[in-house]
């Protein structure tokens, strides 16, 4: 995909709530050029047809998320108080940015066999999240893990599809009120399970009683 210019990219974005309304099976290149303002032929030109489009959209959606991520774990707190804030940050990028989100509901399954957007997402969030994992092991306010990369997918797709759930809803009158709600309640899952502690034992290390 040719990197694409700027007002190109910024005109793009119009093309997001009409999928999410329609899904991209539903939407036309000429749809798609009617709502942006775009030639056909200029999309041709910088995409190869509707899935680039959707690619592009998704793809912008978790270089956002990345940023966001970012700034919320360069931090000097310790791991679990920065794990809480790239969990708010996700969901505060995806509560933004509704019509995205709803398009990545749409097409999911399409969206998952993208090479690029996995590389994407791996950059984005897995990986963050599974050195503030080890962060955490090394400054004692996260417990070790037998494997991080399954518990980093894990916490991506709880903040994921609440905030998906949230957007299909609607668009939020106050993002950043809502990501702090919606992160309070996912974070107590994370660190502190369903399950009961056993006396003498932390949350966070409760156990079905086995070894």
Same mark, same amino acid.
């Given at each position: 995909?040719?990197?694409?210019?700027?007002?190109?990219?910024?005109?793009?974005?119009?093309?997001?709530?009409?999928?999410?309304?329609?899904?991209?099976?539903?939407?036309?290149?000429?749809?798609?050029?009617?709502?942006?303002?775009?030639?056909?032929?200029?999309?041709?030109?910088?995409?190869?047809?509707?899935?680039?489009?959707?690619?592009?959209?998704?793809?912008?959606?978790?270089?956002?998320?990345?940023?966001?991520?970012?700034?919320?774990?360069?931090?000097?707190?310790? #791991?679990?108080?920065?794990?809480? =804030?790239?969990?708010?940050?996700? $969901? @505060? *990028?995806?509560? &933004?940015? /509704?019509?995205?989100?709803?398009?990545?509901?749409?097409?999911?399954?399409?969206?998952?066999?993208?090479?690029?957007?996995?590389?994407?997402?791996?950059?984005?969030?897995?990986?963050?999240?599974?050195?503030?994992?080890?962060?955490?092991?090394?400054?004692?306010?996260?417990?070790?893990?037998?494997?991080?990369?399954?518990? #980093?997918?894990?916490?991506?797709? =709880?903040?994921?599809?609440?905030? $998906? @759930? *949230?957007?299909? &809803?609607? /668009?939020?009158?106050?993002?950043?009120?809502?990501?702090?709600?919606?992160?309070?309640?996912?974070?107590?899952?994370?660190?502190?399970?369903?399950?009961?502690?056993?006396?003498?034992?932390?949350?966070?290390?409760?156990?079905?009683?086995?070894?």
């Amino acid at each position: 995909m040719r990197k694409l210019p700027a007002k190109l990219a910024s005109q793009l974005y119009g093309a997001a709530e009409l999928i999410a309304e329609r899904g991209l099976d539903g939407t036309k290149i000429e749809d798609i050029a009617e709502v942006t303002g775009i030639p056909k032929a200029t999309i041709y030109y910088h995409l190869d047809g509707k899935n680039a489009v959707l690619e592009f959209l998704l793809g912008d959606l978790l270089d956002l998320i990345a940023g966001a991520v970012g700034v919320a774990v360069a931090t000097e707190d310790d #791991a679990r108080t920065r794990l809480k =804030a790239a969990v708010a940050a996700q $969901l @505060g *990028v995806m509560l &933004e940015h /509704p019509y995205l989100c709803r398009a990545l509901v749409g097409d999911l399954g399409r969206a998952t066999r993208l090479p690029d957007l996995a590389v994407a997402l791996r950059t984005a969030f897995y990986e963050p999240i599974e050195q503030l994992m080890a962060d955490g092991v090394r400054d004692g306010s996260l417990r070790q893990v037998p494997d991080p990369g399954i518990v #980093a997918a894990s916490v991506f797709g =709880a903040i994921t599809v609440t905030g $998906l @759930g *949230v957007a299909v &809803e609607g /668009p939020s009158t106050d993002p950043r009120r809502d990501a702090a709600r919606l992160s309070e309640s996912i974070c107590m899952f994370i660190f502190d399970g369903l399950a009961m502690s056993r006396p003498g034992m932390p949350p966070g290390d409760a156990t079905n009683g086995t070894t």
